[in-house]
């Protein structure tokens, strides 16, 4: 059971700044949106998608993290008597 969780677990993607920048210029309109929503709103949509952002001052990185379906759980259970 856990071998299986394990294999659908995703693999980590890191991507460029090139293809990050590619990305949001496609966003067109939804880039300028979240530019005019209000820190309450993006706190809602941040927290929904499970967006954790780690800083590294030292070499003025970022790590970004998401996690839309962290609440997911595959259950499995016996079912009848014991």
Known sequence: MAEKALASLPTQVTISR??????????GDIGRALDAASPEELNQLYGSLRLSLKYHH????????VD?????V????VRGGT
């Open 18 to 27: 090139g293809q990050l920048e590619a990305w949001i210029d496609e966003l």
């Open 58 to 65: 030292d070499d003025q990185t970022v790590d970004v993290e």
């Open 68 to 72: 839309p379906m962290g609440d997911r």
């Open 74 to 77: 595959d259950k499995a259970c």
